[in-house]
């Protein structure tokens, strides 16, 4: 594991690079038990890593390192299996036809591949509400597009890389857009404001 | 528009902290006029509104230069300054500086949204129903002024940070430094930057060397205020109060608190320079400035 500053009150412990559920659990777990330091403000796990937002009056940067040295050594706690989302969508998005063409498979098959797996949610971030979502079937892997949408609206269903995802706020976007759900992801009246916590699962059906 | 020191514990859902870009200067307004430190208050880039008094109060301007006037007269900055009913407050234009600071006994009436009063507009949430103010609109104090309003206070130009339109600014060596070329390394602590056009409230681009960065795709981690990415481009980009909450271009240093509201007070054309610090002396930098804030409470 490394721990390295990103300022003078935040750190980045970085524990693997793998886009992979026992990593992400065990970065979750290490982001909670910080959470519960009173030298903590705030710790956000992502992929394989968790941010620190902590007080330097109350702990060093050296300190801070060596208590998170300890704690992941620390066997993890079981971790419960994150609540199951079933997320309906229709198929029908502008980029369906043209991803069929380079991957070479009928729209069908996209459908079934896409709705095939439970996801996991490794992260949310970049966007409020926006959740990481995967890995996606290899069968349906592409690069981003190489010229981004300027405008993606929201309940946009896409997919880029290994990942997949439901755009929650009408952004600019460089995934493909496979469909759209009527599910809101960013819950701007509640509090956690998203329909996701990192952890959870997710599956497609096709309506 | 209204901002605050931000939104806090919300970055895991996405939500950034938004609040001030120049934190110091939001701070010193309120301290000046005896709010909490964090109470909401008005953040304006470029231009300074013209505000009539609709009662007496007691308000401060600190941040930019935007020469502010009392009634036609210059007004002092960095100061409480007393508005009887009908006084107005204008700004002639600016004079340095990016963003200016107008805190009133009380703090302002926000919407709060989350834990904070901070306006984050691609949300359209907290602050004046989410957005900018604009002519017409009736702002009204959250609270009776704290105390009597005795406009006293003043913060003088050495208890300020070093404002400067192209200024040194502390950096800690990041996690992904090690990915630039040695060469590269040693220009982004040597070299001028420029900022470029697009610099607003999410980040700034910086313009310069080209740098050499390599290594393999990082996978997503979480994002604050004053990490400085280096996209395979090259060119180095500093995240501001509404940043992104996550991302996975490599960060090869992180501006110190210190050194933020200097960067908050920059324009595109504006320049500066990086020096490299340990997060101790960042630290005790903060520290040093940070006590001119606290000699400011009564």
């Not at chain 1, 079981?78 to 198929?91: C, M, N």
């Not at chain 2, 109060?57 to 900055?77: H, Q, S, W, Y």
């Not at chain 2, 009597?148 to 990041?174: F, K």
Request: aromatic letters at 6%.
């Amino acid at each position: 594991m490394k721990v390295a500053p990103l300022g003078d009150a935040t750190l980045l412990a970085e524990l693997g690079q793998r886009v992979d559920t026992a990593l992400n659990t065990r970065a979750l777990a290490l982001a909670a038990a910080l959470s519960k330091r009173r030298d903590v403000r705030e710790a956000v796990a992502g992929y394989g890593s968790v941010v620190v937002h902590y007080d330097p009056e109350q702990v060093t940067y050296k300190g801070l390192s060596g208590a998170i040295q300890k704690m992941v050594q620390a066997k993890p706690p079981h971790a419960e299996p994150g609540r199951l989302h079933r997320i309906p969508v229709v198929y029908d998005g502008p980029d369906l036809q043209e991803v069929a063409a380079e991957l070479k498979l009928s729209v069908e098959e996209i459908i079934r591949l896409h709705t095939e797996p439970i996801y996991r949610c490794f992260m949310i971030g970049f966007v409020p509400g926006w959740a990481y979502l995967g890995p996606l079937p290899e069968k349906l892997r592409l690069p981003r597009r190489r010229v981004p949408r300027t405008h993606v609206p929201a309940g946009s269903v896409a997919m880029a890389g290994a990942q997949t995802g439901v755009y929650p706020l009408p952004t600019p976007g460089g995934w493909h857009l496979l469909g759209r759900t009527s599910v809101k992801f960013f819950l701007p009246n509640s509090d956690p404001p998203t329909l996701l916590r990192t952890g959870d699962r997710v599956r497609f059906f096709a309506t | 528009m209204v901002q605050d020191l931000g939104r806090p514990g919300r970055r895991g859902f996405g939500v950034t902290p938004s609040g001030a870009m120049d934190r110091f200067a939001l701070s010193a307004a309120n301290l000046l006029v005896g709010n909490p430190e964090g109470a909401a208050a008005l953040e304006c880039a470029l231009s300074g509104p013209t505000l009539v008094a609709l009662t007496n109060c007691l308000v401060a301007v600190t941040g930019a230069d935007f020469g502010p006037t009392l009634n036609g007269e210059p007004a002092p900055c960095w100061t409480g300054i007393f508005m009887a009913e009908g006084d107005s407050l204008a700004f002639t234009g600016r004079v340095w500086g990016a963003r200016v600071y107008i805190a009133v006994a009380g703090g302002l009436a926000a919407e709060r949204w989350l834990g904070s009063a901070a306006t984050y507009s691609l949300v359209a949430r907290g602050g004046f129903h989410g957005r900018a103010l604009k002519a017409g609109d009736e702002l009204l104090a959250a609270a009776p002024a704290p105390r009597p309003a005795v406009a006293e206070l003043m913060l003088p130009a050495q208890s300020r940070p070093p404002y400067d339109e192209e200024p040194s600014v502390a950096a800690i060596a990041g996690p992904h430094l090690r990915r630039l070329s040695a060469p590269s390394r040693r220009a982004f602590f040597r070299e001028l930057w420029a900022v470029g056009r697009d610099a607003d409230r999410m980040g700034y681009r910086l313009e310069g060397p080209e740098l050499e960065i390599s290594g393999p795709d990082l996978v997503s981690f979480g994002l604050s205020m004053g990490c400085v990415q280096v996209p395979p481009a090259g060119q180095p980009i500093v995240l501001m109060a509404d940043h992104q909450t996550a991302g996975g271009y490599p960060v090869v240093a992180g501006v110190a608190r210190v050194s933020l509201p200097l960067v908050a007070q920059l324009l595109p054309g504006d320049h500066l320079r990086f020096r490299e610090v340990s997060v101790e002396t960042a630290q005790s930098e903060w520290r040093r400035l940070r006590a001119s804030l606290d000699s400011l409470r009564q």
